[in-house]
């Protein structure tokens, strides 16, 4: 990669530049479609995820008080910040959101929470009501300044341990804040350059409650960059980035980026239409996923007794394999990043469901039998193409001999054009959201996300949101 200074007033006011002046009317229907299917889904992860215990830890470490903004999966409200950081860690504790294949994360949790306590805060202050379309186009905007700024840095910047769901959705959050806000370009250069410095999250902590962690601080980091730069904090907006010990170097180094390749494709398309939103079909890591669907279509066809099955090997992209060769996981987060854990499980229960990270699931003897009989390694290119990063190979050997195989060149739903059909992006969602909401909550949500855009404000989504089952 070359060593590109973007234009000469620095890649945060490009950025910035690009961010305010983005408007409804340049958003393609498809960018709109996309954000729904965000949205929805990230509400039912983090409705799930707020029985978690790592949102629970985290309010009880924060000094809170009584505010405008909702924490979901209760009747309590909070300060923004501290609503922007539980809410986050509640959406990504189960490890079932949104992808991204550019960001090589996570990228509707650290803008989503950010936005709603945003937005709960403006309407508690009789601001000028947030519209479905505002709140729709800050959405878009904090998704396409994280993505375009993982095609800038990665995908050094993932193997170099950092885990960019949150470093790099911190300034995801702050573009996404700043536009409702309705900030200029050189506030919105402030809240990108304050972004630089939140930037935080390595990937030595995943397996942990620290990694849903990241997002919660993320989401927060970036409502606070927003809201510093509206009050007239300042920061280096002029070349916060490409200083020599500004964000790229000291995140990536010298010679391992390419700003100049993130402004070309600024919404060239927009990165939520393509590659677009990865839709997880599956409560664990990603990187997880092209081995579960080969794994789960063998069991499909040929329904193993696991007993008759003597080995099972599974491969995938290298870089994924870093952080999913655990072959005795030690926990249930742990195991989330198990691919020994989930393709033993899968072979035993056909499925891989969010029970099967609950207590003590990991322990389950049938699966603890079955793991030690499950070998994983990293593809070649004699596998697959040298650029293809979301392939996957399974392979079940029986006790007689008789070999299956089976192989994806991307799990169902990872991209736009390999969507997740919208069935079973329904059923997840009601899945995940009822064991929270009641059922007229539940529809009252989807109903509303449906028509989102031709809303005058979220009162009517914020009151559904609050339907709560009884204990």
């Not at 064991?435 to 028509?451: C, F, N, Q």
């Amino acid at each position: 990669m070359q060593h590109d200074m973007p234009t000469e007033t620095g890649f945060a006011r490009a950025l910035a530049e690009r961010s305010a002046h983005l408007q409804w009317d340049d958003l393609p229907p498809e960018a709109v479609h996309w954000a729904k299917v965000g949205l929805i889904d990230t509400l039912g992860v983090t409705l799930a995820g707020s029985r978690e215990d790592a949102p629970r830890l985290a309010a009880r470490g924060l000094d809170l008080v009584g505010g405008p903004a909702l924490v979901l999966g209760s009747a309590q409200r909070v300060g923004p910040l501290d609503a922007a950081l539980i809410n986050g860690t509640a959406a990504h504790a189960l490890d079932f959101d949104d992808c991204n294949n550019t960001l090589g994360g996570h990228p509707s949790v650290p803008v989503l929470p950010a936005l709603m306590a945003l937005a709960d805060e403006r309407d508690a202050q009789g601001q000028a009501p947030t519209s479905g379309r505002d709140f729709l186009l800050a959405y878009i905007v904090g998704f396409e300044v994280e993505t375009k700024i993982g095609l800038a840095v990665n995908f050094h910047h993932y193997q170099k341990g950092w885990h960019p769901t949150s470093t790099l959705g911190t300034f995801g959050a702050a573009a996404a804040c700043a536009r409702l806000m309705g900030l200029d370009s050189e506030r919105t250069a402030v809240a990108l350059a304050l972004a630089a410095s939140f930037a935080s999250g390595i990937k030595a902590n995943f397996g942990t409650m620290t990694k849903p962690l990241h997002v919660g601080h993320c989401a927060r980091n970036g409502l606070f960059a927003a809201r510093l730069a509206q009050q007239g904090f300042t920061a280096n907006a002029a070349s916060v980035f490409e200083h020599e010990q500004g964000f790229l170097d000291v995140f990536n180094g010298p010679g391992t980026y390419d700003t100049a390749r993130a402004l070309d494709a600024w919404a060239a398309p927009l990165d939520i239409v393509r590659p677009g939103i990865a839709i997880k079909q599956y409560p664990c890591c990603g990187s997880t996923h092209p081995a579960i669907d080969c794994l789960l279509a063998l069991v499909r066809e040929h329904h193993y007794n696991p007993a008759q099955v003597a080995r099972v090997q599974a491969w995938v992209h290298p870089r994924r394999l870093k952080h999913t060769n655990r072959p005795q996981p030690k926990s249930a987060l742990d195991a989330k990043f198990s691919l020994q854990y989930v393709l033993a499980r899968g072979l035993v229960d056909g499925c891989v469901s969010l029970e099967h990270f609950e207590g003590q699931a990991y322990e389950d003897p049938r699966v603890q039998a079955l793991m030690p009989r499950v070998e994983v390694a990293g593809y070649g290119e004699d596998q697959f193409p040298a650029d293809n990063h979301f392939g996957g190979i399974a392979r079940v050997t029986l006790a007689d001999g008789t070999v299956h195989e089976a192989r994806v060149h991307q799990p169902l739903g990872r991209t736009s054009d390999h969507p997740l059909p919208q069935d079973l992006l329904e059923e997840k969602f009601a899945l995940c959201a009822a064991s929270v909401l009641t059922d007229a909550g539940v529809k009252g949500v989807a109903a509303e996300v449906a028509h989102l855009e031709q809303a005058a404000n979220l009162s009517a989504l914020g009151q559904h949101l609050a339907q709560l089952r009884q204990p």
